[in-house]
């Protein structure tokens, strides 16, 4: 079983940044692609950037692109999103997950979610 956990949310101004990571454990050598993802309630759940094992193929959201950075750390078990310029409209869960094959933006390729972490950005 493979398991991950968020953190590094919080309640922020506009303009602010945040770091989110996402430690992966369980079994394996936790080298996963990982996808974040976020929701609000009563909308679906959104793609925001996903990375490949390496960490040398990465993709982003349009709404993110040039304010979110994903990256992932040398033992490869740990993703981060850094988020820069948060506005109001990035308030939302965000979630990462891993998947088995490769980095990809649709959520049913991911097999395994942690729990979520909230970002609430004040205007």
């Known amino acids: 079983q493979v398991q991950l956990a968020e953190s590094g949310g919080g309640l922020v101004q506009t303009g602010a940044s945040l770091t989110l990571s996402c430690t992966i454990s369980?079994?394996?050598?936790?080298?996963?692609?990982v996808g974040w993802f976020r929701q609000v309630s009563g909308r679906e759940r959104e793609f925001v950037a996903t990375i490949n094992r390496s960490g040398g193929l990465v993709e982003y959201a349009v709404s993110v692109k040039g304010r979110f950075t994903i990256s992932r750390d040398r033992t490869k078990k740990v993703v981060f999103l850094q988020m820069n310029n948060l506005k109001p409209d990035d308030t939302a869960v965000y979630y990462c997950?891993?998947?088995?094959?490769?980095?990809?933006?649709?959520?049913?390729?991911?097999?395994?979610w942690g729990q979520g972490t909230q970002v609430t950005v004040s205007s």
């Open positions: 369980g079994r394996s050598s936790g080298n996963y692609p």
């Open positions: 997950a891993a998947s088995y094959d490769f980095a990809s933006r649709e959520a049913d390729d991911y097999m395994y």
